[in-house]
C-alpha cells in the first residue's frame, strides 16, 4: 500500500515524523491514511506474512483519532502539538484508558486502567495517535521476548533471531515501520536492547526526568520510560513531550533540580562533535576470539571510524573493575519483588496483588529465570543490609565513572550496546543466554543512573544490527542527542528489513 507514490516525495516507511508532519501541513497526506498505512502493514507483516507478532492490541479508534486529527488541522494547519497526527506504538506496561493492559501477563489480559499513565496523556495532548500497544515479557523481566500474554516475538533483520527484550514489541515494531515512532521503558536496559538488536534509536533519560505514574516497576529508583525511533530526530522530539514533573511520581523531584531550558531538539546541530573527546571504554568489548562478539568489535571499528571522521576525538578508557561494579550494583533481586507488589497492591480490581501469587499460580512463561529469581528475594528490602550495600555501591560506581570521564576531559563515552550479536531462537531456548548471564553493557548506564542512547552503528556481515551506547553525566542528555546526531550524520546505518519490504 504506496499511498505516497503520487502526492509525495518520501516513503512512509522510513519518514521521519518531521517529514511526515511537512505532507500533512503542506494537504499531501492526512492523519486517517497514515493510519491506514500503518494498519496494513500491521496486518501483512505482524499477523501475516514473517508474523512477528510485535503488537498485543490494536485502538479500535484508531482511525477515529486520525479524522479527529484531520478536523483540527484543518483549523490549525500547524496543528495542536509537536506530534498532531502521528501515530505511535506503546509498550503493554503503560497503562491506557481506552484498551487493556497486560504487562506481558496472560494473568492481566483482560485487565482495564481507570486513566491513562502520564506519559500517554502527554502524547495524546501533543496530538499523537496511540495506534495500540506492544509485547513484552511478563513483567518486563528478560532480555528476551518469554511472555505468557503473547508467546514470542520475532526479529524483523533475522526472523530466526530475537529482537531483545523487554520492550521487544516496540523494537520489532518500530524497526518494520508499523507506526512512526515508540514507547518503551528501560531499567536494565529494556529500551536500549531492543533497539540495538532491531537497528533503532533508543534513550533511558536520567530517572526522574520522566513520570512513571502507570507504569509497572522492576527497580524504581532506576526505572524510567523513553523514545524508540528510526532517527535521532524522532527521538528528541517525543522525549521533548514526556519529560517534566509530576506531582503523582516522586521521583520527578529530578526534573525540578535542571529544568529543561531549551527543547532537546536544539541540540541536533550541524557539526556539532568537532573536536568533542570522547571516552572509547575498551574493556566493554567481548574479545575478538568470540564468535559472538566478534562481528560486533567489526561494526564497532568502523563506527569509531565514522565517529573520528566527524570530527570527534577519541580517547581510550577504561572503567575499572567494571564487572564487578555491574555485579554489585545490581539490585533486581533485591528490591523488585517489593516494588512490583507495592504497585499490585494499589489496584485493588488487579486480578492478583503480588509476584508470589502470580509464581504460586504457575501462569507466567517459564522461561523467566528473573521473575523466578525475584520471587526468592525479601519482602522487606529495607530490612535487607544488602540493599544498602548495593545503593551505596551505585553512587560510588556513577563517581567512579563521573570522574574517569572528569580526568579526562571527556564529553562522553561510547561502546558497544550489547557485547554480542542478536541471539538465536534456539541459544535462547537452551538457556545458553539467561537473563542473568547476558552480556550487555546497558547495566552501566543503568546502575550508575546516567543517560544513555543506542544509535544503529552498522550490520554485522550477516545483516545483523548492532548499536553503539553513548554515555553523559547525570541530566546531560543533550549531550546524547548531540553526539547521536553528529555520528547519525557522519553514516546513517538505517533500513527497512528485508522481511518487511515487500
Known sequence: ??????????????????????????????????????LDRVERFDKAGPELNSIVTLAPDARDQASKCDEQRANNPNGVGPLHGIPVLVKDCLETADMPTSFGSEIFADYQADEDATVIRKLREAGAIILGKTTLPDWATSWFTYSSRTGLTKNPYDLSRDPGGSSAGTGASIAAALAAVGLGTDCGGSIRVPSSFCNLVGVRSTPGLISRKGCNPLVSVQDTIGPMGQCVADVARVFDVITGFDPHDELTYAAEILPQQEPYLSALVPDAIVGARIGVVRNAFGSDDDKYAAPVNDVMRSALEQLAAAGAILVDVEIPDLQDWNARTSMYTIKSKFDIDQFLAAKPDAPMHSVAEIIESGRYHQKLDLLEAINGGPDDPFSDLSFYSAYLAREAYMKTVVNLMGANDLLALVYPTVQVVPPTREECDSSQWTTLNFPTNTLIGSQTWMPAMTIPAGLTEAGLPVGMEILARPFDERTLFRVGYGFEQAGNHRHLPDSVSI
Request: glycine letters at 8%; proline letters at 0%.
Open 1 to 38: 500500500m504506496d499511498i505516497t507514490a503520487d502526492k509525495l516525495d518520501i516513503q512512509i516507511e522510513t519518514a521521519s515524523i518531521g517529514e511526515l508532519q511537512a505532507g500533512m501541513r503542506a494537504g499531501k497526506l492526512t492523519a486517517v491514511q497514515l493510519v491506514d498505512f500503518y
